[in-house]
């Protein structure tokens, strides 16, 4: 009997086990959600276009970038010429920063108040290859003011222009020139200018002491 009992334990037990429901199969991992794509950096952008711009610019003579004075001279030189005679413009590229602005004020036609029309250094030559195959162009600074704090100067550069190199006056006024140094050489950031006549004043004495 007890042989029995036992043999039906056992028989009992396995069929137990075998009729164990079977664990469930292993569910596959979701997949990972896709990375946020990265958002543009204005800065960094802005950096490298600056160091591709530096990259394509004609190479400044040292003489012309080595102090303010220099850089001054240079810029006033480089744009004054008799008519016919062709200007230098790959100096006058190299003077300036990338992204640097030359910016005039004036009245358009019909109007009372002043704007300002920025262009870039680019715009200047073309405009200036053709005003001065038949106009002739001297412009030279007869004062200046000048403030700085490091590598930043701001400076306050009278002019007068003339047609030829002892002509008439044809025009005075103010450039108010922002400069760069970036360690290794000077730049010209800025030019924002009105003349007398534009702006319907005089030059103050301030402006015009040496």
């Given at each position: 009997?007890?042989?029995?009992?036992?043999?039906?334990?056992?028989?009992?037990?396995t069929a137990s086990f075998a009729q164990a429901p079977a664990a469930p199969p292993s569910q596959p991992k979701a997949a990972a959600a896709p990375a946020a794509p990265e958002k543009p950096n204005p800065i960094k952008?802005?950096?490298?276009?600056?160091?591709?711009?530096?990259?394509?610019?004609?190479?400044?003579?040292?003489?012309?970038v080595k102090s303010q004075d220099a850089i001054l001279k240079a810029l006033y030189d480089v744009i004054s010429g008799p008519a016919g005679a062709p200007r230098d413009w790959q100096r006058f590229r190299s003077l300036f920063y990338p992204g640097a602005q030359l910016i005039p004020l004036g009245k358009p036609p019909g109007a009372?108040?002043?704007?300002?029309?920025?262009i870039t250094p680019e715009d200047y030559v073309t405009w200036?290859?053709?005003?001065?195959?038949?106009?002739?162009?001297?412009?030279?600074?007869?004062?200046r003011q000048t403030h700085g704090f490091g590598a930043l100067v701001q400076v306050m550069s009278t002019y007068e222009a003339r047609g030829t190199q002892d002509g008439p006056l044809i025009a005075k006024?103010?450039?108010?020139?922002?400069?760069?140094?970036?360690?290794?050489?000077?730049?010209?950031?800025?030019?924002?200018?009105?003349?007398?006549?534009?702006?319907?004043?005089?030059?103050?004495?301030?402006?015009?002491?040496k």
């Open positions: 009997m007890s042989r029995l009992l036992v043999a039906c334990a056992v028989l009992l037990g952008s802005s950096a490298e276009r600056t160091q591709a711009a530096l990259a394509q610019l004609p190479k400044a003579k040292p003489e012309d009372t108040t002043l704007a300002a029309r920025p200036g290859q053709e005003s001065t195959a038949t106009h002739g162009f001297f412009e030279k600074e007869i004062a006024g103010v450039n108010s020139i922002q400069l760069f140094n970036d360690g290794q050489r000077w730049w010209v950031m800025n030019i924002f200018w009105i003349d007398e006549k534009t702006a319907g004043l005089t030059v103050p004495k301030d402006l015009t002491q």
